[in-house]
Structures are given as C-alpha cells and as structure tokens.
C-alpha cells in the first residue's frame, strides 16, 4: 500500500548547504547528494507518493541534472515550484510541477484538505474550515504561532521531529491536533459556514 510523505527545500547540488543548516550533524557538504539519495529511498517506497515543496535543486538546475537525481529516487514526485525551480526543466525530467495546489486526503475515518506552497502563506483556500497549509522556503527559521500550517521542510523536521525525515500524514496530524483554527479575513463560521 502506497503512502504520503512531505518534504521541501532539499537543495540537490547546493555547495553551500550543509554549512547553512543543521545537516551538518548528518552528513559533509561532499557527501551531501548522496546522504540526501539514501535518505529519500530509506522512507520513501516505489509506489509511494512525494509532495516536494519546492527547491528540489539550487540553482534552477537543467533538466538533466535534475533527472541525474531523479532516476534514482524512490516513489512518484509531486512538486510545488520553489523560487530555485525551473518549471521547464523539471517537467523535462519527468516531474509533475504546480505554482499551488490543494488536495484531499483520507486520514482514518475522515477527509483532510491541505494546501501546498512553496511560501508560508497567512490566508489560503477553505482554512476556515479546517484545512492545513504545508510549505517550505525557510528550512525552519519561520515558526508560526498560530494556525494550522507547517514548514515540511527537511531542516524543520530535524527541528521538530528531531531527525532529518520526510513528513508523514501521521506526523502532520500530530503537530496539527493542538493547533487553532484562525480567522484572519471576513471568512469564518458565521460568514461562510
């Protein structure tokens, strides 16, 4: 049975990253690419599927350096385009890519909307009714206070998961089981039930 797992701002051919980031804990900038290849395939089975929030590579690569990458990763690749992307090349390489997208998903009994973007957004489609937002770009330095919304971002789940891993459905309903339901704008209860 395939399964969901959540990630952003992976930063395939970055030279600078891990000096940057907490991965240096994990891994050398030398051997970086491939701790990143053996991390993604020891989570990430054949048939499961991978919401990539952006940043899948630095530098808006070409589409063959990103099927260099690609060829070798486990499970099918869903990506947000990050502002290190190139929708072009990474179509070319086989990517399915999106400025945004909202989908549903079957947690237990019940269905949960999420919004995918590369950036943290304030007001996204159907919060006031309970759907989360997942993004990435700040590799963890944005912590909201309030909402349901998370950065995936590997960074961030070394911060808050202790370990440099992909999001699960299970984790995301963890972290957002606590978290208000905030209104910012005229849609709420009332308004918009």
Not at 66 to 86: A, K, P, V
Not at 113 to 124: K, L
Not at 159 to 181: A, N, Q, S, V, W
Request: hydrophobic share 35%; charged share 25%; aromatic share 12%.
């Amino acid at each position: 049975m395939s399964k969901f797992l959540f990630t952003s701002d992976l930063h395939f051919y970055h030279r600078k990253i891990v000096e940057y980031t907490n991965r240096s804990v994990a891994t050398t900038q030398e051997d970086h690419d491939e701790w990143l290849i053996d991390l993604w395939n020891s989570q990430v089975n054949p048939a499961d599927i991978v919401y990539q929030l952006g940043d899948f590579c630095f530098n808006k690569r070409k589409a063959e350096d990103i099927q260099r990458i690609t060829s070798r990763l486990n499970g099918r690749i869903i990506s947000i385009l990050g502002n290190h992307c190139r929708r072009e090349a990474m179509e070319a390489a086989g990517m399915e890519c999106y400025e945004q997208k909202l989908k549903s998903f079957r947690i237990g009994e019940r269905k949960q909307q999420i919004m995918f973007n590369h950036f943290a957004m304030e007001i996204w489609e159907n919060k006031q009714h309970g759907a989360w937002h997942l993004f990435g770009h700040s590799h963890g330095s944005f912590q909201p206070a309030e909402g349901k919304r998370i950065d995936v971002g590997l960074d961030n789940a070394y911060k808050i998961l202790g370990e440099h891993k992909f999001f699960t459905l299970d984790d995301l309903e963890l972290y957002m089981e606590h978290r208000p339901l905030i209104h910012l704008d005229h849609h709420n209860e009332r308004t918009n039930p």
